[in-house]
């Protein structure tokens, strides 16, 4: 059975720094993405970054780019790395592992910056 549990967001004022995590378990070896996106309060997604099994992405959002980094570690955990928020970042974040013709996604997490 596949979890995927986001933990770490909250409010933050402009300027901080916030660290999100993504916990996920159950999974089988074999090639995967692991992926950050964020759904703004105008409802539209944007691909934060990734991590691939067989590569190194990174953030590719080009608003994020230089503040968010995304880094994995080999207990099944996938965080993503804020500094220097703005309330144009203001979200919430979903996590998704893809692989193996399968898809998963988090249940996702607020981050509001503060005006």
């Known amino acids: 059975q596949v979890q995927i549990v986001e933990s770490g967001g909250g409010l933050v004022q402009p300027g901080g720094s916030l660290n999100i995590s993504c916990a996920i378990t159950?999974?089988?070896?074999?090639?995967?993405?692991l992926n950050w996106y964020r759904q703004t309060p105008e409802n539209q997604r944007e691909l934060i970054g990734a991590?691939?099994?067989?590569?190194?992405?990174g953030t590719t959002l080009d608003s994020a780019r230089g503040r968010f980094t995304i880094a994995g570690d080999k207990k099944g955990t996938l965080f993503l790395q804020m500094t220097s928020l703005k309330p144009e970042d203001t979200a919430k974040y979903y996590c998704?592992?893809?692989?193996?013709?399968?898809?998963?996604w988090g249940q996702g997490i607020q981050v509001t910056v503060s005006s």
């Open positions: 998704r592992w893809q692989g193996g013709g399968s898809n998963y």
């Open positions: 991590i691939r099994s067989d590569s190194f992405t």
């Open positions: 159950g999974l089988t070896s074999g090639n995967y993405a």
